[in-house]
């Protein structure tokens, strides 16, 4: 059973005495000083490193709104970090949380996001100003669709400007008033479709994308896990199975990882929500536990785990992995020198500050960082992106011919085998993929690569994962900029 510990080490209040923002900055600060850190280690030129880390536009929008017979000032924000490779690619949020710098940081950590998994956009972000909860859903559709006339009528929406996805307080039911306006103001765009992902199926989606975070999440841990130097430092045996996992947060991204880490043998021992936690050194049942939310509204009175009041307290339980998938700077210095996880893997955009990553990383825990691990959404958006613009479903055309290509070759086989398959197994073999299976495939490889081009910087230049995939992300940010040239100069 769990038991939170409410002491203090003795040492660690010389740790808070320094919380100062130098070391607790907010967010855009503490993406800004990532970026300074890595800089140092890449092969970009001064110059292309102010350009690099720069945003370069910003939209800042207020519009009213009636509520209750009352007019509601409503404001939004859109952030183009870097338009190095277009479209601007980043999801739009609606929280009361939500303000200017917040944006800029999320629009920058998509820019190092797409470019150290070798997406070709640049990065974007949204917000609005709102609590989802206080709005109705028809109000919420009027607020959806007046914010993006303004992307329309300022040129920060498009299937080559800027592309849209869900992100916090929005989905597919967003993402869908969102296509409809547009194609609506720019009824002559026959792509006005990508004009935005993580749309419904029926709206132009891609099989596969819903889950596509979570499951970028459970493949980035799979391979820093399957490292020989990962598992001699943190003493892990490499695999899935038998792992103990603490994930913080339940919505899309923590569901959809703690799915797959269980359903490959993983056991996920806690589940913490913003009011809960649920623990159960057994490991839960994701589905079930999942089930009794959507029935009761929270995890209070689940009977198969241990029900925590101070939630946040399980993040310090001592585990295998833990995966903070809720939102930024959930760890800090108030808390950093309490983690007992091995290896950390940030499922949230910035949930570890710059003070509290030094302090983990002293104490021997290894982080796998968030531009790396939860790229898989925007790996996804942008399969589902190149189908929209090609206006076809993947496997539509070669589906059948690789069944019948295979259903050959196994003839061959059993001619020679002697013995007969049966209509089971042969369906097995000769099956040719579905559209999810490719979208899969895809974002494996996908994660795969970006995973070992981190390793392989981190090796030679003896930095953090942190560092090394930003590193990477800079230097090809770099290239690319260079490779362009400049109209006005090329000094």
Not at 231 to 254: A, C, L, M, P, R
Request: with cysteine; charged share 25%; aromatic share 8%.
């Amino acid at each position: 059973m769990f038991v939170a510990v409410h002491c203090l080490q003795a040492h660690v209040c010389c740790l808070t005495d320094f919380a100062t923002e130098e070391h607790e900055p907010k967010f855009l600060k503490a993406v800004e000083m990532f970026f300074d850190r890595a800089a140092k280690y890449s092969d970009a030129s001064e110059e292309k490193l102010k350009h690099i880390k720069s945003t370069d536009s910003v939209l800042s929008v207020t519009f009213p709104m009636d509520k209750d017979g009352k007019t509601v000032m409503i404001r939004g924000y859109r952030s183009q970090h870097s338009r190095h490779r277009l479209p601007c690619k980043g999801g739009i949020r609606f929280s009361s949380e939500v303000d200017l710098q917040e944006v800029e940081a999320l629009s920058a950590l998509m820019t190092y996001k797409c470019a150290v998994v070798d997406v070709p956009f640049g990065g974007g972000k949204g917000g609005i100003m709102i609590d989802p909860k206080d709005w109705t859903e028809a109000e919420l559709e009027r607020i959806t669709r007046r914010f993006t006339l303004e992307l329309c009528q300022k040129n920060f929406i498009g299937p080559g400007v800027d592309v849209p996805a869900p992100d916090v307080g929005t989905g597919a039911r967003e993402m869908g008033w969102i296509a409809d306006t547009y194609r609506n103001f720019n009824p002559q765009d026959v792509n006005g479709t990508a004009c935005v992902t993580g749309k419904a199926l029926s709206l132009g989606g891609v099989r596969g994308r819903t889950e596509a975070t979570g499951l970028g999440v459970y493949y980035g841990v799979r391979e820093f896990l399957s490292f020989p130097e990962v598992q001699q430092k943190i003493k892990h045996h490499g695999n899935i199975e038998d792992t103990s996992v603490i994930i913080q947060g339940f919505g899309n991204v923590g569901y959809w990882a703690s799915k797959f880490f269980e359903a490959n043998g993983a056991k996920v021992v806690g589940i913490v929500e913003h009011d809960v936690a649920a623990y159960n050194k057994d490991g839960i049942n994701i589905e079930q536990l999942s089930l009794w939310r959507k029935e009761k509204g929270s995890f209070k009175g689940f009977p198969d785990a241990q029900i925590i009041d101070r939630p946040m307290s399980l993040l310090e339980a001592e585990c295998d992995v833990l995966i903070p998938a809720a939102l930024e700077r959930q760890i800090g210095l108030r808390n950093a020198h309490k983690i007992k996880a091995k290896l950390i893997g940030e499922a949230a955009n910035g949930p570890i500050t710059p003070g509290a990553d030094e302090v983990i990383r002293k104490n021997g825990t290894i982080i796998v960082p968030d531009l790396l691990l939860n790229a898989g959404g925007v790996c996804v958006s942008y399969f589902e992106w190149a189908k929209n613009l090609s206006h076809l479903r993947f496997g539509r055309m070669n589906k059948r011919w690789d069944e019948r290509s295979k259903g050959q070759l196994l003839a061959l086989v059993e001619g020679n085998a002697g013995r007969p398959l049966s209509e089971v197994e042969r369906r097995q073999l000769i099956h040719g993929a579905e559209e999810h299976e490719l979208v899969y495939s895809g974002l494996e490889d996908t994660m795969i690569v970006a995973c070992n081009e981190t390793r392989q910087t981190a090796i030679e230049k003896n930095i953090d994962y942190r560092t090394a995939a930003l590193t990477n992300s800079i230097n090809k940010i770099a290239i690319s900029l260079t490779g362009s040239g400049s109209i006005f100069t090329h000094a």
